[in-house]
């Protein structure tokens, strides 16, 4: 759902040792560099939400959730299989906590989908779901999100794989335009539905769909978010290493979107204003929203 707050845009050092890090306001534009020794393995993040970083210690094949402000760490149970994507519910301190790592198929004569699931607060180890003689075209895949009850991941065609909670069942749905296909895409949540924005080749957002399933096929409608009728008032932050929706609450800012990209400076994409970033963060950071 979308927060009352606009996220700060964390800059997580992926380097083994690197302990310097840092926060930026897209608001205010406002650095603060950061020392953070728990960070200090070299990592990878494979998803953010609420302040926590779902991350992945190359050095020690661990996987634990972090808050870079709070500097609070869970561990997960190690797990077996190399990760493709994962993403969370929800702040491990909330009731309904539950962490998604998707495995894809590695070899062309393996077409097995590997989906481990594991609540924080009740389970002790990884639940393991695996699916056999899936679509054997549907075998990539880097993003994935959590809606009402599913998870969501697309393939380079914009075909929707889909993998359903409470019943533990897994689908490919083809996509009813044949033509579009997703690439650079960011997966988003809000208010129970499923958005992809389209960026192009210079980082830049050229497009946002909304998600539509209906007859077993899906359809990327496309949003328009800078109508003048748009009463949401809604600012979407976009990023490789997850997205989240706020309302403005200045109903005159008209900021639409925001992507979180490394470039000569903070590329504010279809924004009023662009952002210029610290000389101290290169390439060799990587940009989450928290």
């Known amino acids: 759902m979308a927060s009352l707050k606009t996220p700060l845009l964390f800059y997580l050092g992926t380097f083994s040792g690197e302990t310097t890090h840092g926060f930026l306001d897209p608001v205010t534009g406002h650095f603060n560099v950061v020392q953070i020794p728990e960070l200090e393995c070299q990592v990878d993040c494979l998803a953010s939400k609420d302040g926590w970083l779902l991350l992945s210690s190359r050095e020690i094949s661990s996987i634990f959730l972090f808050n870079p402000i709070t500097r609070d760490r869970i561990n997960l149970p190690w797990r077996n299989r190399l990760i493709s994507a994962g993403t969370f519910t929800a702040a491990p301190t909330s009731s309904d906590c539950t962490i998604f790592i998707m495995s894809m198929p590695i070899h062309p004569l393996n077409n097995r989908i590997i989906i481990d699931t594991f609540t924080v607060g009740s389970d002790t180890n990884w639940t393991r779901h695996g699916f ?96 003048d009728d748009n009463d949401d008032h809604v ?56």
């Open 235 to 290: 600012t979407y932050c976009l990023g490789d290493y997850g997205s989240s929706a706020t309302r403005n609450l200045n109903q005159r800012d008209n900021k639409k979107l925001i992507v979180a990209s490394h470039g000569p400076k903070f590329d504010g994409s279809c924004c009023s204003k662009s952002i210029c970033e610290s000389d101290l963060f290169s390439c060799a950071y990587d940009r989450v929203w928290i």
């Open 132 to 227: 056999s003689h899936v679509n054997p075209d549907f075998d990539s895949t880097w993003q994935v999100v959590y809606a009402a009850g599913s998870l969501y991941c697309m393939d380079l065609k914009g075909r929707v794989g889909t993998f359903n909670v409470k019943d533990s069942t897994w689908n490919v749905i083809p996509c009813k335009d044949k033509s579009i296909k997703i690439w650079k895409l960011h997966l988003l949540e809000f208010n129970g539905e499923t958005f992809a924005a389209k960026r192009g080749c210079y980082g830049s957002v050229e497009e946002l769909f909304k998600l539509k399933i209906a007859d077993d096929l899906s359809e990327w409608e496309k949003e328009d978010v800078n109508r």
